[in-house]
């Protein structure tokens, strides 16, 4: 086809076509495809933009590392990217919704999906990013963190719990385990099996029950429960960063976990700053009507000097 009948298609060298939109495209194309973001990739036509489905994966395509940690290690065949694979049972797909709705969020701090894929008569995979096994518990198994550098990964936490909230996200089981430290010292909130979607009023009366250890979860979580139960995990994870310690939860108690949990009193160390103490106490309110949201908590006076665009941005 002719570009121009005036034109003589022979002394035509190149054609070059700039787009108006290039601001919505990476300005630089990596060579090995997989460690392309390709969930960051819009579609514009007009003023609609839709993002692209990743490309298709297969179990075959994938390198599983020989390990005993769950989930596994894994790299693709095709490059030298590390990756994490899981598996979900047949009909045990509400981790699969809960991390296609996270990869629509977009936040540096959460965990990344990067493919689903499932095998007949077997089970679902999710494929997602490798970041460290470096974890909050294993940074202050040693020693407890500064003021300076509990209130960095606070403050990362709280964007990244802020970011589920408003989809209508609990992640439940907030521990320091699951917040992982990447490569380059930043928080990335990860293991989302018993994440649900709830909304902040009406609490959630049949939620499904959950598989993990209690220490950091919310007294009212066993029954009806909301967003608030998040609250309750951070406060937690503050007082654990800044003193190596839960403060509700005893291991040398007669006690049982649970009942420490549901019936005992937060010993909170006293020589923390005073914000901080206040934060927490208020994050540890056993009535979560009365708890502060993950807002109120962005709003304390413990975050009074915090830039949270800086802090989205990664700029701190």
Request: with cysteine; net charge negative.
């Amino acid at each position: 086809m002719d570009l121009d009948p005036d034109w003589d298609d022979d002394d035509i060298a190149e054609v070059m076509v700039l787009s108006r939109n290039l601001k919505h495209w990476p300005t630089r194309l990596p060579t090995i495809a997989e460690e392309l973001d390709t969930s960051s990739f819009i579609a514009s036509s007009g003023s609609d933009h839709t993002r692209h489905t990743p490309p298709c994966a297969t179990l075959a395509d994938f390198e599983i590392i020989a390990t005993s940690e769950y989930p596994k290690k894994c790299r693709r065949r095709s490059g030298s990217k590390f990756y994490v694979i899981k598996s979900l049972a047949s009909g045990m797909l509400a981790e699969k919704l809960v991390m296609e709705s996270i990869r629509e969020i977009d936040s540096p701090f959460l965990d990344r999906l990067r493919w689903a894929f499932s095998v007949p008569g077997d089970c679902t995979y999710l494929v997602l990013d490798f970041h460290s096994e470096v974890t909050v518990a294993t940074i202050v198994q040693d020693n407890p963190l500064n003021t300076v550098e509990a209130m960095f990964f606070a403050c990362e936490l709280v964007e990244g719990i802020g970011s589920l909230h408003l989809a209508n996200i609990a992640h439940r089981d907030i521990t320091p385990a699951n917040v992982l430290i990447d490569r380059t010292g930043h928080v990335v909130l990860s293991d989302f099996s018993n994440a649900v979607f709830l909304s902040g009023s009406p609490p959630c009366h049949d939620c499904p029950p959950l598989s993990s250890a209690v220490e950091f979860q919310a007294p009212e979580i066993t029954w009806t429960h909301n967003l608030a139960v998040d609250c309750w995990s951070f406060g937690l994870l503050l007082h654990f960063m800044l003193t190596g310690r839960n403060p509700v939860v005893d291991h040398n108690s007669a006690l049982p976990i649970r009942s420490q949990v549901l019936d005992g009193h937060p010993k909170i160390q006293e020589a923390l700053p005073f914000e901080a103490t206040d934060l927490i106490i208020k994050c540890l309110e056993r009535n979560p009507i009365f708890r502060l949201s993950i807002t109120k908590i962005r709003d304390h006076s413990y975050f009074f000097n915090t830039d949270w665009e800086d802090v989205r941005a990664k700029r701190i």
